[in-house]
């Protein structure tokens, strides 16, 4: 009798999490891999940016397992919708919940929810495909664009307003995204951090990326550029202050866009009557490792404002939630009998991409365990797929997958862009892979 296990979610966790069973399991094992997009990889393919090529060949490691005799994928299917927990239950001998974190913290400041205040999130989603998000989710008819964050995602999103199209054209962004980009009014972007540059939690070479931006000048304030003696500071972090500190002498060329990069200021108040005009900051200290106000105040144009400030999980139907740490409770992935979790749902949204993977393998050693604890365990009492085609529901295959993929790249050549460009919507992906909207 084989082992059959559920993942729900196909990003990094939930694929480690296969590998990590397909390696570690003793005996043969059948694993289903669900997710409720049409589309495998989550964050590789819909929050990793569309100009960061080398982060993105990661979907080539994932290609092999999901490619693996014991492996399934299920696109199309939703936790809560689809199915349910117990069905889950029923027909598995453990579940393992890795849908990631999937939206952005709030400000909790008055005007937030202005029209033009946005989760980065959701920006994100536009430039990167994810058919969650219309391609006409964004105009950018506003000049002055701020930024809430000095963390990567925070600087990917900069990066992405302060590139032309044309620098944009060789990736998969989407063609609908890309004209939008085109037509694009951005000219003065600012990126806005409340402490310190040594504080921020960008890596070196994404912060480096900016200096580099041809068509963008990138200024940093002298009085907040950061300490001088870096003698105390961290390899990464130093790195992080001096290049800060040598942009402290830019002055502006006449370049076509413009970035601000500001610290030791935090948002109190969107100011706007229908839609988003300004924003109003106040200058921060440090005391006793608290930042707080000085009650000196300046306010600064912007159209739009992005939130950038961290991701939260959110509950899944029929799934324990911890409303305080946004997590699924769990002792080294446990959460009940038969449940388990992995990946940022499991410990909050911390680590890189590569940190799932010896994540997902506690969760595997701890599912395993309790399995052997229970030698007569009972088979599963009924099969997925019977349950779906009672239900009328047809999940997309990985073979149709690959003929989404194949559509991808055909389009990308038929428009004389790079290797794929991604197609919009679930309509366009399912008619891709021979299947029609409601199939």
Same mark, same amino acid.
């Given at each position: 009798m084989s082992l059959r296990v559920a993942i729900v979610g196909s990003g990094p966790a939930g694929i480690y999490t296969a590998e990590a069973l397909t390696k570690q399991a003793g005996?043969?094992?059948? &694993?289903?891999v669900l997710d409720r997009l049409p589309t495998p990889y989550g964050l590789v393919r819909y929050g990793v940016a569309p100009d960061h090529t080398s982060i993105k060949s990661i979907a080539g490691y994932l290609?092999?397992?999901?490619?693996?005799?014991?492996?399934?994928?299920?696109?199309?299917?939703?936790?809560? #919708?689809? $199915?349910?927990?117990? @069905?889950?239950?029923?027909?598995? @001998?453990?579940? $393992?919940? /890795?849908t990631g974190a999937m939206v %952005?913290?709030?400000?909790?400041?008055?005007?937030?929810?202005?029209?033009?205040?946005?989760?980065?999130? %959701?920006?994100?989603?536009?430039? /990167?495909?994810?058919? @969650?998000?219309?391609? %006409?989710?964004? #105009?950018?008819? !506003?000049?002055?664009?701020? $930024? &809430?964050?000095?963390?990567?995602?925070?600087? @990917?999103?900069?990066? &992405?307003?302060?590139?032309?199209? %044309?620098?944009?054209?060789?990736?998969?962004?989407?063609?609908?995204?890309?004209?939008?980009l085109a037509k694009s009014q951005v000219t003065g972007i600012h990126m806005i951090g409340r402490r310190g540059p040594e504080h921020a939690k960008f890596t070196l070479k994404e912060l480096r990326e900016l200096g580099e931006l041809p068509s963008c000048d990138v200024l940093v304030r002298p009085e907040e550029g950061g300490t001088n003696?870096?003698?105390?500071? !961290?390899?990464?972090?130093?790195?992080?202050?001096?290049?800060l500190r040598s942009w402290c002498a830019h002055a502006p060329t006449g370049r076509p866009r413009r970035l601000d990069v500001r610290f030791w200021l935090r948002p109190v108040e969107i100011l706007g009557t229908s839609r988003v005009e300004?924003?109003?900051?106040?200058?921060?200290?440090? $005391?006793?490792?608290?930042?707080?106000?000085?009650?000196?105040?300046?306010? &600064?144009?912007?159209?739009?404002?992005?939130?950038?400030?961290?991701?939260?999980?959110?509950?899944?139907?029929?799934?324990?939630?911890?409303?305080?740490?946004?997590?699924?409770?769990?002792?080294?992935?446990?959460?009940?009998?038969?449940?388990?979790?992995?990946g940022w749902l499991k410990r909050g949204p911390t680590g890189v991409i590569g940190t799932n993977k010896s994540d997902a393998a506690e969760t595997v050693r701890t599912l395993l365990a309790d399995l052997a604890s229970r030698p007569g365990r009972p088979a599963p009492a009924s099969r997925l797929d019977d349950l779906l085609a009672a239900r009328g529901v047809s999940p997309v295959t990985y073979g149709q997958w690959l003929a989404i993929e194949a559509a991808e790249a #055909?389009?990308?050549?038929?428009?004389?862009?790079?290797?794929?460009?991604?197609?919009?919507?679930?309509?366009?992906?399912?008619?891709? /892979?021979?299947?029609?909207?409601s199939a």
């Open positions: 005996e043969p094992v059948e &694993i289903d290609r092999r397992v999901l490619e693996l005799p014991s492996v399934r994928f299920l696109g199309g299917v939703e936790l809560g #919708s689809d $199915v349910s927990v117990a @069905d889950l239950a029923a027909s598995y @001998d453990a579940v $393992v919940y /890795c %952005d913290r709030h400000l909790g400041i008055p005007g937030e929810h202005l029209p033009g205040s946005v989760a980065a999130t %959701d920006f994100v989603n536009w430039y /990167c495909g994810h058919p @969650d998000m219309p391609p %006409d989710a964004f #105009s950018l008819d !506003s000049t002055e664009v701020a $930024v &809430i964050g000095v963390g990567n995602v925070a600087v @990917d999103v900069v990066r &992405i307003l302060a590139k032309t199209a %044309d620098e944009l054209r060789s990736t998969d962004v989407p063609q609908e995204v890309l004209d939008r003696d870096v003698s105390e500071l !961290s390899r990464q972090v130093r790195g992080n202050v001096e290049v300004a924003l109003r900051l106040e200058r921060t200290a440090l $005391v006793d490792g608290r930042v707080v106000g000085t009650g000196r105040f300046e306010t &600064i144009p912007a159209g739009m404002v992005l939130r950038s400030v961290g991701y939260q999980s959110v509950p899944l139907p029929g799934v324990p939630f911890d409303d305080a740490t946004m997590t699924v409770p769990n002792v080294a992935g446990r959460v009940s009998e038969g449940q388990y979790v992995a #055909s389009l990308a050549t038929s428009l004389g862009r790079g290797e794929h460009v991604k197609l919009v919507g679930r309509p366009a992906m399912l008619a891709a /892979c021979g299947r029609t909207p």
